[in-house]
């Protein structure tokens, strides 16, 4: 086995600014656990009350998204996977990111929803976000640009960021990134 | 017995009910995968008092953080109330805040939108 420099990873995720980063299964507790070492974290750099909680919010939403589509899938531990990163870019923004494999269509059908949250303003995605909450519960597949989605938009101060990757067996690894 | 107490949680609210007093009150965040499951309970309490009396019921919140899941959840109830108010009942949301969480006021102020009956955001110290 090939053998793990430690240093050169703290190195790594130093020089990148990330402040807490998880690769694995991700159970309901663990989201708990990290969202609960997230909010110290943020409070320990002082950051702004609201800034806090609007990172808190797109973990929550991004990880929580992850869990109701592999559940839905009855994935095993193994592919229900998730890598979620925190970190700061060089304007000290905060930026969350998360990864998930995915079905190639349902990867397709949500990276064209989160191109289209890109092109729209606060005000439409606030219209958006109204009407999606309005829909009835049956009507809601992970797939669509659901309501956690259209929340992360409304809470970044850019566009989304995402990318397909094609893994193997009809997967692709899906990666989303929001700047608060 | 007609009322409930549900303890709180890191991820899920206190909520208790008090049926002689007309009173629902939630307190702390909410964020649980399934809020359909928390939340039912509350529904169905708000449901029952609005059928079997006639006496004014108030929702008594101080309520943080909420995933999209229970903001759907909490927009059921907001709309019971409102069908109750349209039929001339007596009913009204208190929703508390620290002044230092503005997120906590644009939440409550996104409710109160959609909402015609009375709706107060107070700040408490």
Redesign the interface.
């Known amino acids: 086995m090939e053998s793990l420099d430690l240093f050169a990873m703290r190195e790594n995720y130093n020089r990148q600014q990330i402040m807490l980063c998880f690769n694995g299964p991700i159970s309901?507790s663990l989201i708990?656990e990290i969202g609960?070492a997230l909010r110290n974290y943020l409070a320990a750099e002082h950051a702004h009350?609201?800034a806090a909680?609007?990172v808190?919010?797109v973990y929550?939403?991004m990880t929580?998204n992850i869990?109701?589509y592999t559940r839905q899938k009855n994935w095993s531990d193994q592919e229900a996977g998730a890598t979620v990163v925190v970190a700061r870019d060089e304007h000290g923004r905060y930026v969350v990111s998360a990864g998930n494999l995915i079905e190639d269509a349902d990867g397709d059908t949500l990276l064209a929803a989160i191109h289209e949250l890109a092109d729209l303003d606060k005000a439409q995605l606030k219209a958006m976000y109204?009407e999606q909450?309005r829909k009835p519960?049956d009507g809601q597949t992970a797939s669509g640009a659901?309501?956690?989605l259209i929340?992360i938009a409304r809470k970044s101060s850019e566009p989304l960021h995402a990318s397909l990757q094609p893994v193997a067996n009809g997967l692709s690894f899906i990666s989303l990134s929001a700047v608060i | 017995m007609n009322d409930f107490t549900i303890p709180g949680s890191q991820s899920s609210p206190t909520i208790q009910s008090h049926w002689e007093d007309g009173v629902l009150s939630m307190q702390g965040d909410s964020y649980p995968e399934n809020s359909y499951e928390l939340f039912h309970q509350v529904f169905e309490w708000i449901e029952r008092f609005l059928d079997e009396t006639a006496r004014p019921l108030r929702l008594e919140l101080r309520l943080l953080y909420l995933n999209t899941s229970s903001i759907k959840a909490m927009m059921d109830i907001f709309d019971l109330l409102e069908a109750a108010y349209r039929d001339g009942k007596d009913v009204a949301v208190n929703w508390y805040y620290d002044r230092r969480n503005e997120r906590v006021v644009e939440l409550a102020e996104e409710f109160k939108e959609d909402c015609t009956f009375p709706f107060s955001i107070l700040s408490h110290d």
């Open positions: 309901r708990e609960n009350p609201s909680m609007d808190f919010a929550i939403e929580q869990r109701h109204k909450l519960r659901g309501l956690g929340d």
